[in-house]
C-alpha cells in the first residue's frame, strides 16, 4: 500500500518511540546506554514523545502505511516559530543561563537510566551543544532531531522525503536547515547528496575511559535555502 506524509499525533507516541528505539544500535549508542532492551526503551520514551509532539516549535512528520496504519518511517524537527512583534524580546542574561542550564542539565543526568554511562552521556550532550551553538549562532532553522525508519521499510528513500519536508518550509521562509550526526554514519553521504556542507565537528578523543575503544566524532551539517 502506499505511503502517506503526515504530522503525527500524540496516539503515534508508542510507534515513533519503537521506531527510535530500534534505530539505536551503533556501538556509541550502546557504549552509551549499554543493551538496553528495546521494547522497555520504547516505553520509556513513549510519554516523552507525546509531550514534545504537543509543543508548537517540535514537529514529528512520519510516513504510514494507508493499508496498515504502520508508521514507516520519523522525523522530528524543532522548528522556527513565528517572531511575535507584540511580545518584547526578554533576553536572558549570560550568567541567568549558565545556571539555568546548569541545572536543566542536573536532572538530565539524573532521569539517565541507572545502568548507563552518565559520563560519557554528559560529555556527548555538552559537545553536541557546543557544536550546534558554532555552527548556528543565533540563525533560526529547522533542525532535525532524529531520523529513523522501521527495517521492513529501508532502502524506499523514505529518510529523503522527511528531510524533503524540511526543505520546502525552510526555502520558503529563506531559512536554513541543520543536522548533526557520526563521522561513521552511513547516512552521511547521504546528506551530502542532498546538499548539506559539513561547517564543523567535535571529537571525544578516547572512549578507553568509558570502557570504550577509539575516538567518536560528531559533524555539523548546514543546507542553505534556495
Known amino acids: 500500500m502506499p505511503l502517506e506524509l503526515l504530522e503525527a499525533v500524540p496516539a503515534d507516541s508508542e510507534a515513533i518511540a519503537l521506531l527510535f528505539a530500534l534505530s539505536w544500535t551503533s556501538p556509541f549508542t550502546r557504549l552509551q546506554f549499554g543493551n538496553v532492551d528495546t521494547d522497555e526503551l520504547a516505553r520509556d520514551m513513549a510519554p516523552r514523545i507525546a509531550d514534545h509532539i504537543k509543543k508548537p516549535g517540535m514537529k514529528f512528520i512520519v510516513t504510514k502505511d494507508q493499508g496498515s496504519g504502520e508508521i514507516a518511517s520519523v522525523a522530528q524537527w524543532s522548528v522556527p516559530l513565528d517572531?511575535?512583534?507584540?511580545?518584547?524580546?526578554?533576553?536572558?542574561?549570560?550568567?541567568?543561563?549558565?545556571?539555568?542550564?546548569?541545572?536543566?542539565?542536573?536532572?538530565?543526568?539524573?532521569?539517565?537510566?541507572?545502568?548507563?554511562?552518565?559520563?560519557?552521556?554528559?560529555?556527548?550532550?555538552?559537545?553536541t551543544r557546543k557544536l550546534r551553538k558554532d555552527a548556528l549562532g543565533e540563525q533560526k532553522c529547522y533542525l532535525l532531531e532524529n531520523l529513523a525508519t522501521h527495517p521492513s521499510y529501508r532502502g524506499q528513500g523514505l529518510a529523503s522525503k522527511l528531510i524533503n519536508w524540511a526543505f520546502v518550509r525552510a526555502d520558503e521562509e529563506g531559512v536554513i536547515v541543520y543536522l548533526d550526526t557520526a563521522r561513521d554514519n552511513k547516512a552521511l553521504q547521504l546528506y551530502k547528496k542532498l546538499g548539506f556542507e559539513e561547517v564543523g565537528s567535535t571529537t571525544i578523543e578516547s572512549l578507553s575511559i568509558y570502557g570504550g575503544e577509539g575516538f567518536h566524532t560528531h559533524v555539523a551539517l548546514i543546507r542553505h535555502p534556495k
Open 83 to 127: 517572531d511575535r512583534p507584540d511580545e518584547p524580546e526578554v533576553k536572558e542574561a549570560a550568567e541567568d543561563e549558565t545556571e539555568r542550564q546548569e541545572l536543566e542539565d542536573e536532572a538530565y543526568r539524573k532521569k539517565l537510566p541507572e545502568n548507563s554511562n552518565k559520563d560519557l552521556i554528559m560529555e556527548f550532550t555538552l559537545g
